[in-house]
């Protein structure tokens, strides 16, 4: 049996790309902070959503549509999270991103069918650390970042 080949780090610039995260929930915000950071354009799609994301949205931070994913809201996406604690549901959208050639990632089981996984990382003084496993161990690649930032915040 063959190992799967590690991915390939690479930062993206997100500044003013339109981004989609399906899901209102806590790990939705998550990745929608992260965005956010970016300066990424950012839609929500979810029926229902947290308060960090009303509050964001009433802030005109993001847009959100309190509704089920559709294949419309793909329209003119670069890229996607499939944020919602329906497996199903994060399936569909990675399938569907994949045929329309936008990137997507998935927070669940499905988060091997997509194109990409976000590491854990921060930013201390201007240099971004990002810690990754492959996808082998989330909890992992947590520590690991909480070390080494830890260590250079000394």
């Given at each position: 049996?063959?190992?799967?080949?590690?991915?390939?780090?690479?930062?993206?610039?997100?500044?003013?790309?339109?981004?989609?995260?399906?899901?209102?929930?806590?790990?939705?915000?998550?990745k929608i902070e992260g965005l956010l950071a970016?300066?990424?354009?950012?839609?929500?799609?979810?029926?229902?959503?947290?308060?960090?994301?009303?509050?964001?949205?009433?802030?005109?931070?993001?847009?959100?549509?309190?509704?089920?994913?559709?294949?419309?809201?793909?329209?003119?996406?670069?890229?996607?999270?499939?944020?919602?604690?329906?497996?199903?549901?994060?399936?569909?959208?990675?399938?569907?991103?994949?045929?329309?050639?936008?990137?997507?990632?998935?927070?669940?089981?499905?988060?091997?069918?997509?194109?990409?996984?976000?590491?854990?990382?921060?930013?201390?003084?201007?240099?971004?650390?990002?810690?990754?496993?492959?996808?082998?161990?989330?909890?992992?690649?947590?520590?690991?970042?909480?070390?080494?930032?830890?260590?250079?915040?000394?």
């Open positions: 049996m063959s190992q799967k080949k590690p991915y390939y780090p690479i930062f993206l610039d997100l500044n003013q790309r339109s981004c989609l995260v399906v899901g209102g929930g806590a790990v939705a915000w998550r970016s300066g990424a354009q950012i839609n929500v799609v979810a029926p229902r959503l947290s308060q960090k994301i009303e509050e964001a949205a009433g802030d005109g931070k993001i847009v959100t549509s309190r509704r089920i994913f559709t294949e419309t809201d793909l329209k003119d996406i670069f890229l996607v999270y499939a944020a919602t604690d329906d497996a199903e549901v994060n399936a569909e959208v990675l399938k569907l991103s994949r045929k329309q050639g936008i990137l997507a990632a998935a927070v669940d089981k499905n988060w091997v069918n997509g194109n990409f996984i976000t590491p854990a990382g921060f930013t201390h003084e201007g240099v971004t650390v990002a810690v990754s496993s492959n996808g082998e161990s989330c909890s992992r690649s947590r520590d690991v970042k909480n070390k080494l930032q830890r260590f250079l915040k000394g």
